[in-house]
């Protein structure tokens, strides 16, 4: 028998006050710094962005790992200035809003805040190139909160190669096995969103801790270097980690794929990806000759059906990555949309537990395991270093 859509949503909205939403990827740091110059009441009155306390509260978000982005066209020295920058805003941000934010690190901290009925901020760095080739610069970003890291973001870095730039590592070189060892001794979760797809195996064969995919979709349905092949997918399962299925219209439809490429190929040689002003009048010229597929909640659905296909129930999740990107699925259009999406797997015959580990509770569980093998690694080391006198 079909639900009726009100009692789904009404269903959704009860499942999500028990195991609030706890999403992987939200880039409102970065919104904040290029559109308002790091104004901390964007986040009160949000009309430039997809985020502000009252969509958070509406989307029944109960805990936001906030993305550090900063460009990778930075050199190395200048992206950790700016991700030390952009650290900083969300902790001001977290300090200026206490009746609603509280900074969280685990999965105890998530729970305390959301017992005080405030919204856990997590912090996730997204790109290699923020910790400029330094494992100490790793660490230091751990010792201030952070708790992903993204390995490359949108361009290769010397260590590991990105899903979108010329294959130049192979994937994972010696070093950057060793960041992700370091990881692993921090409790930092390894982030596989954005790297090639050598990049992912290598990685998936150096963790010992679950790995997370923060914002990508399932490359089976859309084609996409930033989405999932199946093989990894699969891999996931035995790794214990999570696919944090992302609503970004060109990774969940083929159609608005297509559009972009279209897009893109129109700006070159007429705007720099830069020059915002040029490429918005620019893609307004496109869109009135060639308009702009939209995609739709079902597609979002279908990507998350099939991660649960291929990793099983305990390994997907959601990163929207709102304030990301400029268009967002029909339905989903900001971050009071998650209610809407769970009502639709109800529909599709999701059971309350399912959609609860969705929400979050394989988050959670990704974070404590995380943190176990923290404890085994550090008293692995700890017992090699130890001397026995004849």
Known sequence: MTMAPDEARTRAESILARQPVIDGHNDLPWAARVTADVELDLIDTADRTHTDVRRLRAGRVGAQFWSVFVPPELDMDGAVVATLEQIDFVHQMVDAHPDDFALAVDADGIAAAQSS?????????????????????????????????????????????????????????????????????LGMLVDLSHVSTATMRDALDESVAPVIFSHSSCRELVDHPRNVPDDVLARLRANRGLCMVSFVSDFVSAECRDWRARRDAFLIGRASPGDREAVRALTAELVRVDPRPRARLEQVADHVDHAREMVGIDGVGIGGDYDGTDDFPEGLPDVSGYPVLFAELVRRGWSDTDCERLAGGNVLRVLDEAKAVSREVAATRAASRVRIDP
């Open 117 to 185: 009925g405030r919204i856990a901020c997590l912090i996730g760095a997204e790109g290699g190139h923020s910790i400029g080739c330094s494992l100490g610069a790793l660490r230091s970003l751990h010792q201030l909160g952070v708790r992903y890291l993204t390995l490359t973001h949108n361009k290769n870095v010397p260590w590991a190669d990105s899903a979108t730039d010329t294959a130049a590592a192979g994937g994972l070189t010696g070093f950057g096995r060793e960041v992700v060892r370091e990881m692993n001794r």
